[in-house]
């Protein structure tokens, strides 16, 4: 689904995409595959052993013994948990992105891009499994934020209650590049995109909403993106692509309230 709706984007967006895509060149783009690779090799050490470790369970009586290795057994079993979250995470946010380079690359050398197909995993094997629940939630957890994190998102939110669009752009915007892969980077690129729908760049509002749903496409933010993405492809007259990306949400979000407004939006597009 996500190339679908890439290849919507190349459809809808015609000559002003490839405009865009004139400003950067194949060794910017080799450029970013070489840094995602540094951050690949920064995984693999973290992954290896310094030989340091040691596990001090001598002296005492057999009570104490017992007692020492499991509470030894609960410090590794959650530094395990928290470093398979954190490489899971990697694996992720990697897959994606390379997904989007190859997506990028073909565009940049004249290519067919319908002609790409599953991004593999990056490092091989299978995708890492995570838990989705049925009905999107919205996300509650803020134990993974930066230092300032959730401040600024409040405050780039609170500009745009308050219809300051292009402040909240601005400021979405600049979340994303300081706080790059955090959990709360969909939502932001989600809240960018209705600012820049308020400012009436409606354009630059779809690949706002194509970045949230690339980001997260299965997360809590997901169905409000897809139905948001198809909306502005109508905007954008591109009724086709638009019909297409509406009847996604239904399909991949069964659930969502947002099921609704995707089929009165169709409706209104006259969708078949």
């Known amino acids: 689904m996500r190339f679908v709706v890439m290849m919507v984007l190349g459809l809808a967006f015609g000559p002003v995409a490839a405009q865009a895509q004139d400003a950067?060149?194949?060794?910017?783009?080799?450029?970013?595959?070489?840094?995602?690779?540094?951050?690949?090799?920064?995984?693999?050490?973290e992954l290896s052993t310094t030989g340091g470790a040691s596990i001090n369970?001598?002296?005492?009586?057999?009570?104490?013994?017992?007692?020492?290795?499991?509470?030894?057994?609960?410090?590794l079993t959650?530094?395990?948990?928290?470093?398979?979250?954190?490489?899971?995470?990697?694996?992720?946010?990697?897959?994606n992105r390379i997904g989007d380079l190859e997506f990028r690359l073909v565009e940049l050398e004249g290519g067919d891009v319908g002609s790409l197909g599953q991004t593999s995993t990056l490092g091989g094997g299978a995708a890492p499994v995570t838990n989705v629940p049925?009905?999107?939630?919205?996300?509650?957890?803020?134990?993974?934020?930066?230092?300032?994190?959730?401040?600024?998102?409040?405050?780039?939110?609170?500009a745009l209650a308050t219809s300051d669009f292009r402040t909240a752009a601005d400021q979405f915007a600049a979340f994303n590049q300081t706080y790059p892969g955090g959990p709360l980077g969909p939502e932001a690129d989600l809240r960018r995109g209705d600012a820049l729908t308020g400012l009436g760049?409606?354009?630059?509002?779809a690949r706002a909403y194509l970045a949230s749903f690339s980001a997260d496409p299965e997360g809590p933010t997901a169905p409000e993106a897809l139905y948001q993405l198809g909306s502005s492809l109508g905007a954008l007259e591109q009724?086709?692509?638009?019909?297409?990306?509406?009847?996604?949400?239904?399909?991949?979000?069964?659930?969502?309230?947002?099921?609704?407004?995707?089929?009165?939006?169709?409706?209104?597009?006259?969708?078949?």
């Open 57 to 75: 369970i001598t002296g005492g009586s057999v009570l104490d013994r017992v007692n020492a290795m499991e509470s030894e057994l609960q410090r």
């Open 239 to 272: 009724y086709q692509e638009a019909c297409v990306t509406l009847g996604e949400v239904a399909t991949r979000f069964p659930l969502s309230p947002f099921v609704a407004q995707a089929a009165t939006e169709r409706a209104a597009l006259n969708c078949q």
């Open 201 to 205: 760049d409606v354009r630059e509002a």
């Open 134 to 158: 049925t009905e999107p939630v919205a996300p509650t957890n803020t134990a993974e934020l930066a230092v300032g994190e959730a401040d600024d998102f409040e405050r780039a939110k609170a």
């Open 24 to 45: 950067q060149t194949l060794a910017d783009v080799r450029q970013e595959l070489t840094v995602l690779n540094v951050e690949v090799q920064k995984l693999r050490r």
């Open 78 to 95: 959650s530094k395990t948990e928290e470093l398979e979250n954190r490489v899971n995470q990697v694996v992720a946010d990697g897959t």
